[in-house]
T-cell receptor
Framework: DQQVKQNSPSLSVQEGRISILNCDYT??????FLWYKKYPAEGPTFLIS???IKDKNEDGRFTVFLNKSAKHLSLHIVPSQPGDSAVYFC????????????WGAGTKLIIKP | GAVVSQHPSRVICKSGTSVKIECRSL??????MFWYRQFPKQSLMLMAT?????????EQGVEKDKFLINHASLTLSTLTVTSAHPEDSSFYIC?????????????FGPGTRLTVL
């Protein structure tokens, strides 16, 4: 039973446009959500996170939106740049989980020049 | 710079041999480290939680006698794949959260590509 789902295995976006990556979750106990970026043969790197008490968090070109009622979050990247091409993972945790992260399957983002 | 290192980055071994992978936190202490496995085009699968000074906690379906974990110090955890078989070939990643940090202070190592012939 996948608790964190990323239903789009890949996404192709023109350079300069907005990239929107989506993530759904089923466990209402999750109270912290994170996005990681991963290049092949490397470990994930943290991008941005959001606590369940917020509905938006912004950091430069990256914004994460959280809709708790829909159990849905999204990562917006604008403007998209070629260096953004990577696999993006959504992860979730609950405050009593000792920092264990539950991961989505990832979405491969391809930025076209 | 990297705050969590893994060694080796790549290893090729024969079936039946054992392989040890090290995970080190470089500038902070970690009482807990996580070991993940990633199959091609799939998500990261948590294998086990390594606890300094006590036994590791394994996820359901992960054989603890096959994947031996030792958290020797506050900066080092090791994963030993015993009697490796071709199906153990995978990308293994460790992570370590900073003490008293939140979930986004979990730092990942660069991963180890294991190929069992």
């Amino acid at each position: 039973d996948q608790q964190v789902k990323q239903n789009s295995p890949s996404l192709s976006v023109q350079e300069g446009r907005i990239s929107i990556l989506n993530c759904d979750y089923t466990n209402s106990m999750f109270d912290y959500f994170l996005w990681y970026k991963k290049y092949p043969a490397e470990g994930p790197t943290f991008l941005i996170s959001i606590s369940s008490i917020k509905d938006k968090n912004e950091d430069g070109r990256f914004t994460v939106f959280l809709n708790k009622s829909a159990k849905h979050l999204s990562l917006h990247i604008v403007p998209s740049q070629p260096g953004d091409s990577a696999v993006y993972f959504c992860a979730a945790s609950s405050s009593d989980s000792n920092y264990q992260l539950i991961w989505g399957a990832g979405t491969k983002l391809i930025i076209k020049p | 710079g990297a705050v969590v290192s893994q060694h080796p980055s790549r290893v090729i071994c024969k079936s039946g041999t054992s392989v040890k992978i090290e995970c080190r936190s470089l500038d902070f202490q970690a009482t807990t480290m996580f070991w993940y496995r990633q199959f091609p085009k799939q998500s990261l699968m948590l294998m086990a939680t390594s606890n300094e000074g006590s036994k590791a906690t394994y996820e359901q379906g992960v054989e603890k006698d096959k994947f031996l974990i030792n958290h020797a110090s506050l900066t080092l955890s090791t994963l030993t794949v015993t009697s490796a078989h071709p199906e153990d070939s995978s990308f293994y990643i460790c992570s370590a959260p900073r003490l008293a940090g939140g979930p986004d202070t979990q730092y990942f190592g660069p991963g180890t590509r294991l190929t069992v012939l």
